[in-house]
């Protein structure tokens, strides 16, 4: 079935209200939920119930919302065999839920082969679900947004996020962050990649950077960062940010003096 035939505002439409209702559940949870419910996948790498179950309701809805399709999910893995594949993380932003902070959110991704379609972060405390399809724009509970205009790299506030277990790049890691906070309005760092990526398209942030994702940490955002007018790349400059470890998203007006220090901290660096 080729893509024009999909009825994507329809399907976007109901992938934005599963994730409210998964939403819901993920918000119940919070306040009853106890420390000895964590798991850890690895160093740093918390999981809990309420991802797992959430995940579980998110795939069930998703393959009634679009039968035969196939999931690439955080706790359950998958992968692209199907010709469409959702790409899900059930709850971004773990750590700070575990902690009670402010920011998490549900990421979807449908991908026709490879290339993003549709994609919905939901970010649940301050009730902002947002939404692009390809060649459509990006909105915000049904408003469209846009990038920031800001031009100028001084007048820009910067999106990061820490790598939680992948050390190896450390020293150039904190050298790059050293040279950002003396040449930009400052730097942000708020636990969630996918939310990072929407504040860029909406013009909260000017740029995000960071290293250590994985898929599903970013295929909600980066398409609707595009759809909003936004630039996205990988550390090197190729268009490998969503399999390849690393992303840098901007609103593209800052996007060459940006990425020209990027490199000069990361150029020939494997990430990978």
């Given amino acids: 079935m080729p893509t ?3 009825k994507l505002n329809s399907i976007c439409k ?3 209200e599963l994730t ?7 918000l119940k949870e919070k306040d009853k939920f106890n420390p000895s419910d964590i798991q850890k996948k690895g160093f740093n790498d918390l999981v809990s119930y309420v991802d797992k179950t959430s995940e579980k309701k ?3 809805g998703l393959q009634k919302i679009l039968p ?3 999931i690439l999910g955080e706790e359950g893995g998958g992968n692209f065999d199907n010709k469409y594949t959702w790409v899900i993380d059930p709850l971004d932003g773990t750590t700070n839920f575990i902690h009670r902070l402010p920011c998490f959110a549900i990421s979807i991704g449908l991908f026709e082969n490879k290339t993003p379609i549709i994609g919905v972060v939901n970010e649940l405390n301050f009730k902002e679900c947002f939404s692009a399809i390809k060649g459509k724009g990006a909105k915000v509970n049904g408003m469209k947004i846009s990038v920031s ?6 007048d820009s506030l910067i999106a990061t996020g820490f ?6 790049l450390q020293k150039e890691y904190m050298q790059l962050f050293e040279e950002l906070m003396k040449c930009t309005q400052g730097l942000r760092r708020i636990g969630s990649a996918a939310v990072d990526l929407c504040y860029v398209a909406m013009g909260r942030f000017e740029a995000f950077y960071e290293y250590g994702l994985k898929p599903w940490d970013v295929s909600g955002g980066a398409l609707i960062v595009q759809e909003a007018g936004g630039k996205l790349c990988d550390f090197s400059g190729g268009d490998d940010y969503i399999f390849g470890k690393s992303i840098v998203a901007s609103n593209g007006h800052l996007h060459k003096p940006f990425m020209k220090i990027v490199k000069r901290h990361f150029n020939g660096k494997n990430i990978a």
């Fill in 149 to 154: 205009p800001q031009k100028q790299l001084g």
């Fill in 20 to 26: 409210h209702e998964v939403g819901d559940f993920i």
């Fill in 58 to 60: 998110l795939i069930k």
């Fill in 14 to 16: 109901e992938v934005i």
């Fill in 68 to 70: 035969g399709s196939g």
């Fill in 4 to 6: 024009k035939r999909l």
């Fill in 163 to 168: 790598p939680y277990n992948d050390f190896g």
